[in-house]
């Protein structure tokens, strides 16, 4: 014998002793509160996988204490299980719950009608209820008592995993039986998708709640950007809040509810967190709302937020020396909230309101500059400074001292536009050096070089000091009629060429109408014929007729789309005939003297015609307007102007 015989011998001599021990396993009951235990251990003295080994249930038994310390188990008959199940009882952590199986430890066998069952329960953290989910895919095959197997199947990896049975499961029959139901059907059956039902619902614990002051009125102060970048110069300097809005919110501590899983396992919660109480008080201006698990403290007006001496109130009138970024930051009120912003800096070689900040009030006064990129917006908007040619500002009201930034609004009221924007509904420039308007109507009391005026009603100049003006009446310029301008013009568009389908659908059907008309009136005839006769009409003269009628009543439905869109048509028309007779009465006043290079023009919209002419510098105090003539044309004319 050689060496490498010995080692084989011996390996031959582990491999039999390890099948016979195999070989040995006989079926043996066992009783047992454990059964996942049970089976590993029988694995372990046969030397199997415990995935090679199954059981029957032969019995079980549910057993009670209600005080740990008892040594011993009361058993409760199912028939009792429902009056024991109360949440009073459950509920105490002193009661103790499981269950003991008698089974029967055998070998698993696979079954033809399981080969392919893919069927899983799971359960959620507390383990108080349990699913069960039929993955898609899993194949059935009809066999004797299929229900129970199924159910079996549950119970058995309810077991396993150490989940009581019988004792919380809810109605799952419903779902068992669909599934053999389709069984029955097919004799087999192909799960086309996940069928997931519930099997147990346990009593899951309610978490305490720790009492909590929320302060809802520094909270809503946002200072990320849309790439999720801080932005340091938004920092809530002012607590703005609107009337009714909730400032702060007190939540009180409540108790939770244990709870108790499938298992049997009492679930303990933690005692709530009794902390944060309030303990300021309010102004008249702060509404106290309580009930039993919170206090609500709502602004009963509009302002910003403050809190002196451990007393909340809320003010409406804010008086800073400047906006910048050191002292401040951005302040973002709100035009909805009633604050009232002053900003006293007026040194005339300072910003009041420093370079990219922006501030947002009801009303924003600010005594001296507006820096550069920076933005106010606010209902009401005065400033005794200048505004830097690259700043915004926004508001419905706006009173500037000198204008070189942008500005949208409904009124304006501008003592110098410097090369600055403005645009709005009603204008009044005491000044103009440059720069651009865009109103409804424009008031000008002295204009420079180089300023560009569209309006829609009226532009009035008492003095034109300069040259290079150019002067405009344009519905198409003015940005609050540009929107609805460009709508109606799409819409026509669109409406043409429907009209103009319509029409070509008309005439088809209308053709096949006057050319069918003689055929059909010869057919009726002909059936009125057969009918005193007594003969029955010819089907096919009947599905002629009927056809003719479907033809009639789908010109006439076609008739019906195109008045509908005539009419949409005239609604569309008579919009811009509005805006074309606003255009067609604007008038252009100069009180002054016409200087040269000025450039006025006229934008009809309907039909589409642009109308200049050239002042002859030197001329004063003269009105132009709009005068149809002979052609339908219009010409730009002058008058004297009227006092």
Not at 241 to 265: F, T
Not at 330 to 357: C, N
Not at 570 to 590: F, G, P
């Amino acid at each position: 014998m050689g060496l490498f015989d010995v080692f084989k011998s011996s390996k031959d001599s582990k491999s039999s002793k390890a099948k016979t021990k195999n070989d040995d396993f006989t079926p043996f009951v066992i009783k047992t509160d454990n059964i996942s235990q049970a089976l590993h251990n029988a694995a372990k003295k046969y030397s199997l996988s415990t995935a090679r080994l199954d059981f029957i249930l032969l019995s079980y038994h549910t057993l009670v204490k209600m005080d740990p310390n008892d040594p011993d188990w009361t058993e409760i008959e199912h028939r009792d299980w429902n009056n024991f199940n109360q949440p009073k009882i459950i509920l105490n952590p002193n009661v103790l719950i499981k269950q003991t199986y008698e089974i029967e430890i055998i070998k698993h066998k696979e079954e033809p009608w399981c080969r392919d069952l893919q069927l899983h329960i799971m359960t959620n953290k507390e383990k108080n209820r349990i699913s069960a989910i039929l993955k898609a895919g899993s194949k059935l095959i009809e066999t004797e008592d299929l229900f129970n197997k199924l159910k079996n199947n549950i119970h058995k990896q309810m077991m396993r995993a150490g989940m009581l049975i019988e004792l919380w499961e809810v109605d799952y029959d419903n779902a068992l039986n669909e599934i053999c139901a389709q069984v029955r059907v097919n004799k087999q059956y192909l799960v086309p998708e996940d069928i997931k039902f519930d099997v147990a619902q346990c009593y899951p614990s309610i978490q305490s709640i720790d009492s909590q002051l929320i302060m809802h009125y520094k909270n809503k102060q946002d200072s990320v950007d849309q790439n999720d970048r801080i932005d340091y110069s938004k920092r809530g300097y002012v607590q703005a809040v609107e009337k009714g809005e909730m400032i702060i919110e007190y939540i009180k501590a409540k108790s939770g509810i244990p709870g108790r899983n499938c298992k049997g396992e009492f679930i303990p919660v933690a005692p709530p967190k009794d902390k944060e109480r309030p303990n300021f008080n309010v102004s008249d201006n702060i509404a106290v709302i309580e009930d039993e698990s919170k206090i609500i403290y709502k602004a009963q007006r509009g302002g910003y937020v403050v809190f002196n001496n451990n007393t909340y109130d809320i003010q409406d009138e804010m008086q800073i020396d400047e906006v910048s970024f050191k002292k401040t930051g951005s302040i973002d009120a709100g035009v909805e909230t009633e604050v009232k912003l002053h900003i006293h800096e007026k040194d005339a070689i300072k910003d009041a309101i420093g370079t990219g900040l922006e501030v947002e009030a009801e009303e924003v006064k600010v005594e001296g500059n507006v820096g550069a990129s920076s933005k106010v917006t606010g209902e009401k908007v005065y400033i005794g400074g200048q505004t830097h040619k690259t700043s915004e500002i926004f508001a419905k009201y706006a009173k500037i001292n000198v204008h070189k930034g942008f500005l949208r609004t409904e009124t304006a009221e501008v003592t110098r536009l410097e090369g600055g924007k403005v645009e709005a509904r009603h204008v009044k420039v005491q000044q103009a050096i440059g720069g651009e308007i865009k109103a409804m109507d424009i008031v000008i009391n002295k204009i420079g070089s180089n300023v560009k005026l569209y309006a829609i009603s009226s532009i009035e100049i008492e003095d034109m000091l300069g040259e290079n003006n150019k002067i405009v009446i344009d519905a198409n310029e003015i940005p609050v009629y540009n929107k609805e301008l460009t709508e109606l013009k799409e819409k026509k568009e669109k409406l043409k060429k429907k009209i103009r389908k319509i029409e070509e659908e008309l005439s088809k059907l209308n053709k096949i109408k006057e050319k069918s008309e003689p055929a059909v009136k010869t057919l009726k005839q002909k059936i009125v014929q057969d009918k005193a006769k007594g003969i029955k009409p010819q089907t096919s003269f009947i599905i002629k007729i009927k056809q003719f009628q479907q033809l009639i009543e789908k010109v006439e439905e076609k008739n019906l789309e195109y008045t509908h869109l005539k009419d949409e048509m005239k609604i569309i028309n008579t919009k811009l005939l509005t805006y074309q007779e606003m255009v067609l009465n604007a008038k252009i006043i100069n009180r002054g003297v016409w200087k040269d290079f000025t450039e006025v023009e006229y934008q009809l919209l309907n039909p589409p015609q642009r109308i200049t002419y050239y002042p002859k510098a030197g001329e004063k105090n003269q009105e132009l307007y709009l005068k149809e003539q002979d052609d339908g044309m219009y010409q730009i004319l002058a008058k004297k102007a009227s006092n």
